[in-house]
């Protein structure tokens, strides 16, 4: 552990760079989770709104 640790503390540039992309991608990676929770929620709710009721599939 400690040759990484020593390893980024004397190449700035890199562990700069490692760290931002783990956050962008750590980012991006919980924005489309959450967009796609909302996505699916609305998507059933429309398909529930147009299903026909089991009723009438029983009596037709």
Known sequence: ???WMKYFLDHPF?????????????????YVAIRG????RGMLKRLQA???????DAAG
């Not at 147009?50 to 009438?56: H, I, V």
Request: aromatic share 16%; proline share 3%.
């Open 14 to 30: 890199w562990f700069t760079l490692t760290a931002a992309c783990l956050v962008w991608y750590s980012t991006i990676t919980v």
């Open 50 to 56: 147009d299903a026909p009721d089991a009723n009438e």
């Open 1 to 3: 552990m400690e040759h």
């Open 37 to 40: 929770v909302f996505d699916i």
